[in-house]
Antibody, heavy 122, light 110 residues
Framework: QVQLVQSGAEVKKPGASVKVSCKAS????????INWVRQATGQGLEWMGW????????GYAQKFQGRVTMTRNTSISTAYMELSSLRSEDTAVYYC???????????????WGQGTLVTVSS | QSVLTQPPSASGTPGQRVTISCSGS????????VYWYQQLPGTAPKLLIY???QRPSGVPDRFSGSKSGTSASLAISGLRSEDEADYYC???????????FGGGTKLTVL
């Protein structure tokens, strides 16, 4: 069965960086994109960007350009999302989600990770 | 302020039919597929509707989606207590070159 298992909760100080992992199993890792979506407490969903594990190509939401980096290690079927220059407003649950490479399926996320809480506090 | 606009709340009694709207523009809903997600408290979102009106396997046919112009709707018929959740619409936005979500609608089953 398809599973996306994310790394554990993190507590970071303002200005630091955080790197969240997302390990895929149950399917061919390089056949589907990995997207990242975050959700602040009590707030809605916010799309951050996508990565194609086969090519390594990425696309980021304008809001996060310059601060986010999405990478992968295909040998262990794991995707990573690193967010730098953290501020208190980045406190949120970060989800990885499996998506499709075709443009018309861009927001079709059929499997999600369990979420990783990142807390930014001094 | 979300790019896609949803009502913050909706409610209905068991057995009723409820509709949740999602309003966008020509750069998102008007030119791309709409997706709907259900999020139960404390859990990750779950895909409910894809490509405007398609249901993934396992999603009951009580859930249906539609799209017209720059707006979309999610309808839930035969409302059940377990449908109480947050619902989000989503679409690609060509102007932003990115994905956008609605602000979410909290559905209460009275």
């Amino acid at each position: 069965q398809v599973q996306l298992v994310q790394s554990g909760a993190e507590v970071k100080k303002p200005g630091a960086s955080v790197k969240v992992s997302c390990k895929a199993s149950g399917y061919t890792f390089t056949s589907y994109d990995i997207n990242w979506v975050r959700q602040a407490t009590g707030q809605g969903l916010e799309w951050m960007g996508w990565m194609n594990p086969n090519s390594g190509n990425t696309g980021y939401a304008q809001k996060f350009q310059g601060r986010v980096t999405m990478t992968r290690n295909t040998s262990i079927s794991t995707a990573y999302m690193e967010l730098s220059s953290l501020r208190s407003e980045d406190t949120a649950v970060y989800y990885c989600a499996r998506g499709y490479s075709s443009w018309y399926e861009a927001l079709n996320f059929d499997y999600w990770g369990q979420g990783t809480l990142v807390t930014v506090s001094s | 302020q979300s790019v896609l606009t949803q009502p913050p709340s909706a409610s209905g009694t068991p057995g009723q039919r409820v509709t949740i709207s999602c309003s966008g523009s020509s750069s998102n809903i008007g030119s791309n597929y709409v997706y709907w997600y259900q999020q139960l408290p404390g859990t990750a979102p779950k895909l409910l509707i894809y490509r405007n009106n398609q249901r993934p396997s396992g999603v009951p046919d009580r859930f249906s989606g539609s799209k017209s112009g720059t707006s979309a709707s999610l309808a839930i018929s035969g409302l059940r207590s377990e449908d109480e959740a947050d619902y989000y619409c989503a679409a690609w936005d060509d102007s932003l070159s990115g994905g956008v979500f609605g602000g979410g609608t909290k559905l209460t089953v009275l």
